[in-house]
């Protein structure tokens, strides 16, 4: 069975250092691999995904995520952190075996807070 | 193009009672997923659908059931309600199922079951 594993339920940060959300998974057959944003009472925003090719992804509102295949990670980054950023982020993957591997499993979330 | 909807936003029901959710999705999107959020068991997959069939079914019991219409909108069944139903539910569209296609979310039903 896929798995996601988020290691920091929270991470705190100052408004304008880096950040760093972690993520690692299991999947059978190849990856792929999303990162989603959530806000107070709202449903998931979608930042960023990948499916192939270059192991640096970029998104929304500045965020990228490095895909590392030997060390089955796809952290989340943010070169400089804004009180804004401060949310719900969910890492997910899914593969295309078959069965169960095909819907998305989500990981238990962090909680990013960037102080001012 | 309008968003995910999902009515009602709030729903308060009692143990026992069965409760239907309902989901449109972005449109030209014929694929739904339903999920469960909780602050114990975070999120969790219910079912999938796409073109009126159901492709994928998480680990729920059969209380919990769903459908697509024609025009790909969505419902989602609780039946006998129990207190631990009570969570945020949220459904996602996406252009087709099951590959690398993200998932766009709506707002989510809150339910509190009594």
């Known amino acids: 069975a896929q798995s996601v594993a988020q290691p920091e339920d929270q991470v705190n940060v100052a408004e304008g250092n880096p950040l760093t959300v972690k993520c690692t998974y299991s999947?059978?057959?190849?990856?792929?691999l999303f990162w989603y944003v959530q806000y107070p009472n709202r449903g998931l925003q979608f930042l960023l995904k990948?499916?192939?090719?270059?192991?640096l992804v970029k998104g929304s509102y500045g965020f990228e995520a490095e895909f590392n295949k030997s060390q089955t990670s796809f952290h989340l980054k943010k070169p400089s952190a804004l009180v804004s950023d401060s949310a719900l982020y969910f890492c997910?993957?899914?593969?295309?075996?078959?069965?169960?591997?095909?819907?998305?499993?989500f990981g238990s979330g962090t909680q990013l807070t960037v102080l001012p | 193009k309008a968003g995910v909807t999902q009515t009602p936003r709030y729903l308060i029901k009692t143990r026992g009672q069965q409760v239907t959710l309902s989901c449109s999705p972005i449109s030209g999107h014929r694929s739904v997923s339903w999920y469960q959020q909780t602050p114990g068991q975070g999120l969790q997959f219910l079912f999938e659908?796409?073109?009126?069939?159901?492709?994928n079914k998480g680990n729920f019991p059969g209380r919990f059931s769903g459908r697509q219409f024609s025009n790909s909108r969505s419902e989602m069944n609780v039946s006998t309600l129990e207190l631990g139903d009570s969570a945020l539910y949220l459904c996602?569209?996406?252009?087709?199922?099951?590959?690398?296609?993200?998932?766009?979310f709506g707002p989510g039903t809150r339910l509190t079951v009594l």
């Open positions: 659908y796409f073109s009126e069939t159901q492709r």
């Open positions: 999947v059978s057959g190849n990856p792929y």
């Open positions: 997910a993957v899914r593969s295309l075996s078959s069965g169960s591997a095909r819907q998305l499993t």
């Open positions: 996602a569209s996406s252009l087709v199922a099951g590959n690398y296609n993200e998932q766009f």
């Open positions: 990948y499916i192939t090719g270059d192991n």
